[in-house]
């Protein structure tokens, strides 16, 4: 994971402030939790909004793709170098035997 940029945090900021204003009465906006889909895919966008009737649970690290209505991730423009195809590898991927 790369290194967030303050542009990223602001915009999160604003976002879960307004998402929080818009939101049904007892529904919530979570920041940087896991989605569980299956047990080796827990994907962590950067805000949700959830259900009601979890909302107000505190303990919970993670939320089923049930109880989640929106999920939001931030995405910044990248240099066309830090594409994942572009980067350099290391040697031995690279070399044929």
Do not use: C, N
Not at 6 to 30: M, S
Not at 69 to 95: C, F, K
Request: hydrophobic share 35%; net charge positive.
């Amino acid at each position: 994971m790369s290194p967030q940029s303050r542009f990223h945090d602001v915009v999160i900021r604003h976002l879960a402030d307004a998402l929080e204003r818009q939101a049904p009465t007892g529904g919530g906006v979570a920041a940087h939790m896991d989605v569980t889909i299956a047990p080796r895919q827990r994907p962590r966008p950067d805000l949700l909004v959830i259900d009601a009737s979890i909302a107000a649970d505190m303990r919970r690290t993670t939320y089923t793709p049930h109880e989640v209505h929106l999920v939001v991730e931030v995405v910044s423009p990248r240099p066309i170098t830090s594409s994942p195809g572009s980067m350099p590898r290391p040697a031995s991927s690279t070399s044929k035997s």
